[in-house]
């Protein structure tokens, strides 16, 4: 089974403090990605990565940057927390196969992030 | 762009009875169709996809969605729910020329009760 690891599932931390949230799957997929849930919005895409090194902003990259220096591994960094930020935490991967049976994203458990 | 509308926020039914929960997409190029389901305090979960072939496609625990590309529908349908099917449900749309990534909609809270 594909295994996507969030390594926090719940965090507290203060305003203007650097997070790093971090994620790291099992099935060596090429794409990655990081998605923020709030109530009522869904999952809006904040980065996405294609490959080791490579990165594309998502629809609400602000106040967010990414890295991806290995290829099981994405980080989310929040370069200052703001209370703005509290939410749910998404992380996903799937492999380069568009029209395949293998055309899956999948899911991480979330990380719980409140900044105070 | 694509866009996911998800046309219910919340859906309450009763337990055996049907459920339809309704999603319309907009897109310019061909896309591939998914259905998630969220359990509390949970990550998301694959329940059917559609990528090519019938339209008619069936996932588990059940359940079923038809891709109506004339009306650029994906509704998601369980003829008899249980208890345990209470949970939030996300509608999403995948294209190859957006870097493969997934749009969602807001989701729908399916909730059964006895």
């Known amino acids: 089974d594909v295994k996507v690891t969030q390594s926090s599932r719940y965090l507290v931390k203060r305003t203007g403090e650097k997070v790093f949230l971090e994620c790291v799957q099992d099935m060596d997929h090429e794409n990655m990605f990081w998605y923020r849930q709030d109530p009522g919005l869904g999952l809006r895409l904040i980065y996405f990565s294609y490959d080791v090194k490579m990165k594309e902003k998502g629809d609400i990259p602000e106040g967010y940057s990414v890295s991806r220096e290995k290829k099981e591994r994405f980080s989310l960094i929040l370069e200052s927390a703001s209370t703005n930020q509290t939410s749910m935490y998404l992380c996903?991967?799937?492999?380069?196969?568009?029209?395949?049976?293998?055309?899956?994203?999948?899911f991480g458990e979330g990380s719980w992030l409140t900044v105070v | 762009a694509q866009s996911v509308t998800q046309l219910d926020s919340q859906v309450p039914v009763f337990e055996e009875a049907p459920v339809e929960l309704r999603c319309n997409y907009s897109s310019s190029v061909s896309v591939y169709l998914f259905w998630y389901v969220q359990y509390p305090n949970q990550g998301l979960q694959l329940l059917l996809k559609?990528?090519?072939?019938?339209?008619l496609v069936k996932g588990i625990n059940g359940f079923e969605a038809e891709f109506n590309k004339s009306q650029t529908s994906f509704h998601l349908r369980k003829p008899s729910v249980h208890i345990s099917d209470t949970a939030e449900y996300f509608c999403?749309?995948?294209?190859?020329?957006?870097?493969?990534?997934?749009?969602f909609g807001q989701g729908t809270e399916l909730s059964v009760k006895p």
């Open positions: 996903a991967s799937s492999p380069l196969a568009a029209g395949t049976r293998r055309n899956t994203i999948y």
């Open positions: 999403a749309v995948r294209t190859y020329n957006q870097g493969g990534k997934l749009i």
């Open positions: 559609y990528l090519s072939g019938s339209t």
